[in-house]
């Protein structure tokens, strides 16, 4: 029988990856916990990329996205065209935010928690299990 790939257990959006890339140690702990658990950290592209966008004008933020998205730990999901296809049926349900819809794709699809440093802008087809925030500041 064929090694199963390792299960995503969580989703991050773009806000918790920007709150990695500034520096704020929570994400980083639970990249940490979820591989030691033989899991693994999903990073939707198109939230990937949203979480560039909002980081434009800060060159060391935009180094450690590049950062995240190596670690070991951490899976980069791809946007081919089979995924294009379910995502766009998700943008409604992420009020028109195809950054979010991505994000939001890849926890319904993997059953994941997805995590936000915004949980009053995830969407709201996420069961209230799955949304967690992220602390904005370092405890």
Do not use: C, K, N
């Amino acid at each position: 029988m064929a090694d199963q790939p390792p299960a995503i257990r969580a989703v991050l959006d773009p806000s918790a990856m920007l709150s990695y890339a500034r520096g704020h140690v929570h994400v980083g702990e639970l990249v940490i916990d979820i591989a030691a658990e033989g899991a693994l950290v999903a990073l939707p592209t198109v939230a990937l990329l949203g979480a560039y966008l909002r980081a434009a004008d800060d060159e060391v933020a935009r180094d450690a996205l590049a950062l995240l998205a190596t670690l070991d730990g951490v899976a980069v999901l791809p946007l081919g065209p089979a995924e294009a296809d379910l995502v766009a049926a998700t943008v409604p349900l992420a009020g028109g935010d195809i950054v979010r819809a991505h994000a939001l794709w890849a926890a319904l699809r993997y059953h994941a928690y997805y995590f936000t440093t915004e949980p009053q802008a995830a969407p709201s087809a996420l069961a209230a299990w799955q949304v967690h925030p992220i602390p904005v500041e370092d405890a």
